[in-house]
């Protein structure tokens, strides 16, 4: 069974940092992309970054660029969200989620995601 744990997030005022991380517990064979989503109250989910195996260019939204940087470790199926400059509208329950998920080299892909880690922003 594979397990998303994260940890950081919190409260902090307008213009500060935060930095999230997640690791990929359980016997895993490979992994695709890892990213992170946010979901604010009365919103949708929505995609802030994610990252391929590959080592290709990360995909950010447009609202996080340049203040945002993910990182991942292959090795040990980890990824963190390094967040700079943070503003009130990036308040939100951030998950993170580990795409294309193979137990065994033969096995077939399976999502999934973290319980959540609330990020508050305040003004």
């Known amino acids: 069974q594979v397990q998303l744990v994260e940890s950081g997030g919190g409260l902090v005022q307008a213009g500060g940092s935060l930095r999230l991380s997640c690791a990929a517990s359980?016997?895993?064979?490979?992994?695709?992309?890892m990213g992170w989503y946010r979901q604010a109250p009365g919103k949708q989910r929505e995609l802030v970054a994610t990252?391929?195996?590959?080592?290709?260019?990360?995909n950010y939204s447009d609202s996080v660029k340049g203040r945002f940087t993910i990182s991942r470790d292959n090795a040990d199926n980890t990824v963190d969200l390094q967040m700079r400059s943070l503003k009130p509208e990036d308040t939100a329950v951030y998950y993170c989620?580990?795409?294309?998920?193979?137990?065994?080299?033969?096995?077939?892909?399976?999502?999934?995601w973290g319980q959540g880690t609330q990020v508050t922003v305040s003004s």
């Open positions: 989620n580990a795409e294309g998920v193979r137990l065994w080299r033969w096995g077939q892909e399976n999502d999934y």
């Open positions: 359980g016997i895993i064979f490979s992994i695709n992309s």
């Open positions: 990252v391929t195996s590959s080592g290709g260019r990360p």
